[in-house]
């Protein structure tokens, strides 16, 4: 687990030199074999459609919309190889409010019964949140580091 909270780490440490970006989210995926984390990063306009302090009863409701999306459609965000009997849960998500920008944060647990190394991850980010046109992914596991970028629901990125 020591490489997952390294990686968490370094993610978080290279996200807040980089730019609040409409429309993108980040994804960070790090397996210590059968064991992982997911961190997913996006401005608050891409998961609810606006980034200001909700005030008003139909804004709450929005957000609460859009945060409810990442427990109720996990399985439409991230799909893992069915031979790995993967499960995927959320830990937590939060919303980080500086001034008039908002960023969402989520953490997810997988726990898969055979280590998904060597197979693929699908990713449905823009399926559940349409207003994310562009997922940048990094993946860790094992000896493996890489980025790669999706541009629409459906495409894999290899673990």
């Known amino acids: 687990m020591f490489k997952v909270l390294l990686f968490s780490v370094l993610a978080l440490a290279a996200r807040e030199q980089g730019a609040h970006a409409h429309g993108v989210a980040t994804v960070d995926v790090a397996f210590d074999g059968k064991n992982g984390k997911i961190e997913f990063h996006a401005p608050a306009s891409s998961i609810y459609g606006f980034e ?59 726990t898969c019964e055979t280590a998904p190394t060597g197979t693929a991850v699908t990713f449905g980010v823009q399926k559940v949140f349409t207003r994310v046109k562009t997922v940048k992914v990094t993946v860790i596991t094992g000896e493996t580091q890489k980025s790669q970028e999706i541009k629409k629901s459906g495409e894999q990125v290899e673990l």
């Open 52 to 110: 200001y302090e909700a005030k008003s009863a139909k804004d709450k409701a929005n957000k609460e919309a859009g945060l409810k999306k990442f427990n109720d459609k996990v399985n439409d965000l991230f799909q893992f190889a069915a031979e790995n009997k993967c499960e995927v849960k959320m830990d937590y998500n939060e919303v980080v409010q500086k001034d008039k920008h908002a960023d969402v944060n989520a953490i997810f647990n997988v």
